[in-house]
């Protein structure tokens, strides 16, 4: 019997998302692609902070500044797709009681408050707890909810420069440099994913919910340890290796005649394809080039004549030259101009945001669900919601009753 691929994997959970900036909007958007009921509580005075935010999208494209009403901050359009709002001011008995009869019908909350605000107002994982055993309460914060640095303020930036991040990025001569996108608070919004779909299987079992604790700072330091950096001043290398990978030599970017490429060995056979790829066949039998430990500690001397070579190439020859011998290799692709990709265009990874209020040809674009199934939908094509356009839908479908 043939599955249908017009299901979604998470159909039917129900989510109450208190999250703001991208952490936590990242694993929501994530839950709504999957099929969840994502339902977004924003607080009535201001909103979601990111819908005020530049840059701005509206009928006349891409803006800095707000020419209209209509004018929504681009990263509300691309976070909250797939979402559903609603508005509630937890500061007052009457909204947080509301909150919490809508939590006895929830699946999972998720929320990036700073640390014991959400006890605070009375709506943390305890009391919710008291009223539904079956919840999978999801926090995220910068640096856990435990431990003496637990209420310590957090934006991805700090948190690169707290776990260690920018100490390894840039050139070794250089100063420690953050990495270009907001790692930090993607990597915890998709590591608070896995955490609440591990939940959900378990409560299958169970019948009971769990608290799921979220440290940006855990989350970055947990994939930074696959390199031993513990051990770098004894092995008398360098933490930051600019564009180099430390385990493989050679392997850098390397400017060609018209751009730059990245490649490498990553293989004793790789080595040896450069080798004869740019002619320099002698390097094998080098005494500080023969073996990779040897390479590797010689890593600026191998470069630079590996450099000299793609300096002579124009970046298609090299591309050309790399994919006959083999060996890794890609161009510096400018990220603006990715999706004219055929690879990219193939794999559908990216789609035009969407305005609530009206259509745009051509919008900005945004990130699809990275995971394809053979037999389930995954889908953001709902625009982000307007404020509190669900409100009245929200209770009568999750309370059975009007406000």
């Not at 006349?60 to 509300?76: E, H, K, P, W």
Request: hydrophobic share 40%; with cysteine; net charge neutral.
């Amino acid at each position: 019997m043939e599955c249908d691929i017009s299901l979604r994997p998470l159909e039917d959970i129900k989510v109450l998302d208190l999250t703001r900036f991208l952490s936590g909007p990242q694993t929501t958007l994530f839950l709504a692609a999957l099929g969840a009921e994502v339902v977004k509580i924003d607080d009535p005075k201001t909103g979601d902070p990111v819908a005020a935010a530049p840059p701005f999208v509206g009928k006349n494209g891409v803006s800095m500044t707000r020419s209209s009403a209509s004018d929504v901050g681009l990263a509300f359009l691309k976070r909250a797709r797939g979402k559903k709002s609603i508005e509630l001011d937890l500061k007052t008995e009457v909204d947080k009681n509301l909150f919490l009869r809508l939590a006895v019908s929830a699946d999972v909350i998720v929320e990036n408050f700073r640390y014991g605000v959400t006890k605070r107002l009375g709506i943390d994982y305890e009391q919710v707890k008291k009223i539904n055993k079956k919840i999978i309460y999801c926090s995220i914060t910068g640096y856990g909810n435990t431990g003496p640095e637990k209420s310590k303020k957090a934006f991805d930036a700090t948190v690169q420069a707290a776990s260690g991040l920018m100490s390894v990025t840039g050139q070794p001569e250089g100063t420690p440099s953050k990495i270009g996108s907001s790692m930090a608070d993607t990597i915890a919004g998709t590591f608070a994913l896995s955490g609440i779909l591990a939940s959900l299987i378990q409560r299958n079992r169970t019948g009971i919910g769990d608290f799921i604790d979220v440290s940006m700072n855990d989350c970055l330091i947990s994939l930074l340890y696959d390199e031993a950096w513990d051990c770098f001043d004894e092995l008398g290398l360098e933490k930051r290796q600019g564009n180099r990978i430390m385990r493989f030599s050679p392997f850098n970017f390397y400017s060609a005649a018209d751009g730059g490429v990245v490649f490498g060995a990553a293989t004793e056979k790789d080595w040896l394809a450069i080798t004869e790829m740019i002619g320099r066949k002698e390097l094998r039998t080098s005494p500080i080039f023969g073996d990779l430990g040897n390479r590797i500690n010689n890593a600026n001397q191998i470069d630079h004549i590996v450099g000299e070579w793609a300096a002579k190439q124009k970046v298609s020859q090299i591309v050309q030259l790399c994919e006959e011998f083999e060996i890794p290799c890609s161009p510096v692709n400018d990220i603006a101009n990715i999706a004219k990709s055929l690879q990219i265009q193939e794999r559908g990874i990216l789609q035009k945001v969407q305005h609530p209020d009206f259509h745009l040809k051509d919008g900005p674009l945004a990130g699809n669900f990275p995971v394809k199934f053979s037999s389930a939908k995954t889908s953001l094509d709902q625009p982000a919601p307007t404020r509190n356009e669900h409100f009245e839908e929200i209770l009568q479908n999750w309370l059975n009753t009007k406000s």
